[in-house]
């Protein structure tokens, strides 16, 4: 594959999600608002949710035309994979989160709630299914981006937990994207420690149309004007495991793994909306963009 296809490609992942922002929020809107599915925010004003249903749509479009174009051009197999395996992950991420956000339970929060409304009233929330659905989400693209047991398990652990800890921040307009950028960053300065020079380009190359996607979504959601909701949580985090656990050394995947577990944990005890308001670098961070 030469340098010139990569050009195009990389233009592709720029310019399309440019073209395709507009139009894509709209038609979204439009369908959200048609099935009702909206939630009052933290001021208890009703919003409509499931907006990372336009960043979905704009990433695969994106990366639909960047493997055709790449696959012209006789790209090798492993970087056409990266490219299904991310966009498919995504966006089974998105239906299990589109389906949590449609049933609007707003009452089950937590590993916790979703259990002990399992154990003790026989109930399955739609939260349950979106946990179990990821999951195995998780353990079907794991299989294929790791080699050894323990860099599977790893792997896995990083693809399931992930998505919900975008979610746990998805609680003030614009918070999650900024988590995501974070993540991000950091992956991207990992990615110089361990990955091998074609894996990193294949997996940037099938993720900058998410970035750039994001950026033109932030002053929407920041705005108040639609929240991500679990659809759009769940896939910006899905696609955070998948950047670490092909881009990061197996050392740093445990690591950041370990990080997320921690996080999961004290969540269940903690808030962390009011950890942010006390201190007042993080509340002007948080702030930033509204």
């Known amino acids: 594959m030469d340098a010139h296809t990569i050009i195009q490609a990389l233009l592709v992942a720029l310019g399309l999600p440019l073209v395709l922002q507009r139009p894509l929020f709209g038609f979204c809107s ?28 704009s990433m695969a479009v994106t990366v639909l035309v960047e493997l055709l174009l790449l696959a012209r051009a006789n790209a090798p197999r492993e970087l056409l994979q990266h490219g299904l395996l991310l966009v498919c992950g995504m966006a089974a991420m998105a239906c299990w989160g589109w389906m949590d956000d449609k049933a609007g339970d707003a009452m089950t929060k937590g590993f916790r709630g979703h259990f002990a409304a399992l154990l003790r009233e026989g109930r399955v929330t739609s939260g349950m299914c979106k946990l179990f659905g990821g999951g195995m989400t998780a353990v079907g693209v794991s299989l294929f ?34 988590v995501f950028w974070l993540l991000i960053s950091l992956a991207a300065a990992l990615s110089a420690f361990g990955a091998k020079a074609g894996q990193s380009l294949a997996v940037w190359l099938f993720l900058l149309p998410l970035l750039v996607a994001t950026v033109l979504f932030f002053p929407y959601d920041a ?37 997320f577990v921690a996080i999961q944990v004290a969540a269940e005890f903690v808030s962390f909306s009011q950890i942010i308001e006390k201190k007042a670098w993080l509340r002007r961070l948080d702030d930033w963009g509204r």
Do not use: H
Not at 147 to 157: D, M, S
Not at 158 to 166: M, V
């Open 30 to 57: 439009r369908l959200i608002a048609q099935k009702g599915m909206s939630r009052p925010n933290y001021r208890g004003e009703q919003v409509l949710t499931a907006g990372g249903l336009v960043l979905v749509a």
């Open 145 to 178: 981006v790791s080699v050894g047991f323990w860099p599977w398990l790893v792997a896995c652990g990083l693809l399931a937990l992930s998505p919900n800890i975008l979610n746990l921040f998805d609680l003030r307009p614009g918070r999650a994207i900024k």
């Open 223 to 259: 705005g108040g004007r639609i929240m991500l909701g679990d659809t759009g949580a769940n896939t910006l985090g899905f696609a955070i495991g998948y950047t670490y656990v092909t881009v990061a050394p197996i050392s740093w995947q445990a690591a950041i793994l370990c990080g």
